[in-house]
T-cell receptor, first 112, second 114 residues
Framework: AQSVTQLDSQVPVFEEAPVELRCNYSSSVSVYLFWYVQYPNQGLQLLLKYLSGSTLVESINGFEAEFNKSQTSFHLRKPSVHISDTAEYFCAVNQAGTALIFGKGTTLSVSS | DGGITQSPKYLFRKEGQNVTLSCEQNLNHDAMYWYRQDPGQGLRLIYYSQIVNDFQKGDIAEGYSVSREKKESFPLTVTSAQKNPTAFYLC?????????????FGSGTRLTVV
């Protein structure tokens, strides 16, 4: 069975500081990995995904995530955060024929 | 524009009443999903459907029911058997098939049972 663990429930940072949101997964087979972002009282938006190929994937708003198969991790990073990045972030995993399984989420709070 | 519409955005019901949450998509997606979100719990899968007239239970299906009579629609009924129905409910859709498909989410329905 697959599972996803987000290691930090809350991450407070100052504006323009770097941030890393950690995600580990467990699965006995090859998986696909995703990061979603949720703003208050809204649905989730896909931030980025890893399917195959290059282990470093990037989003259009400066986030990146690196797939590490040996450590079964898919951590999300941004070198300099903005106030507008304040949101909840979810790591998710699935494999062929299964529905997405989500982690419990990490609340990123960016202050000035 | 294509997307998923969940209605209503807020819903209040008395304990013991069944309530149906609407989810409609015009993305021509084959697969649709219902998740429940509680603070600190992430999203938990209730039901999903990969084709019309077929659906599968997720991790927390007890107390819920669904139907999939049309490709565009996947309504969720929260029955009186659901012990703790107050939550934020999210509907999603995707192209069916193998994994790796990103989901498109609706904006959610917040259900409060009093």
């Amino acid at each position: 069975a697959q599972s996803v663990t987000q290691l930090d429930s809350q991450v407070p940072v100052f504006e323009e500081a770097p941030v890393e949101l950690r995600c580990n997964y467990s699965s006995s087979v090859s998986v696909y990995l995703f990061w979603y972002v949720q703003y208050p009282n809204q649905g989730l938006q896909l931030l980025l995904k890893y399917l195959s190929g290059s282990t470093l994937v990037e989003s259009i708003n400066g986030f990146e995530a690196e797939f590490n198969k040996s450590q079964t991790s898919f951590h999300l990073r941004k070198p300099s955060v903005h106030i507008s990045d304040t949101a909840e972030y979810f790591c998710a995993v699935n494999q062929a024929g299964t529905a997405l399984i989500f982690g419990k989420g990490t609340t990123l709070s960016v202050s000035s | 524009d294509g997307g998923i519409t969940q209605s209503p955005k807020y819903l209040f019901r008395k304990e013991g009443q069944n309530v149906t949450l609407s989810c409609e998509q015009n993305l021509n997606h084959d697969a649709m999903y219902w998740y429940r979100q509680d603070p600190g719990q992430g999203l938990r899968l209730i039901y999903y459907s990969q084709i019309v007239n077929d659906f599968q239970k997720g991790d927390i299906a007890e107390g819920y029911s669904v139907s999939r009579e049309k490709k565009e629609s996947f309504p969720l009924t929260v029955t009186s058997a659901q012990k703790n129905p107050t939550a934020f409910y999210l509907c999603a859709s995707s192209i069916a098939g193998t994994g790796g498909r990103g989901y498109t989410f609706g904006s959610g329905t917040r259900l409060t049972v009093v």
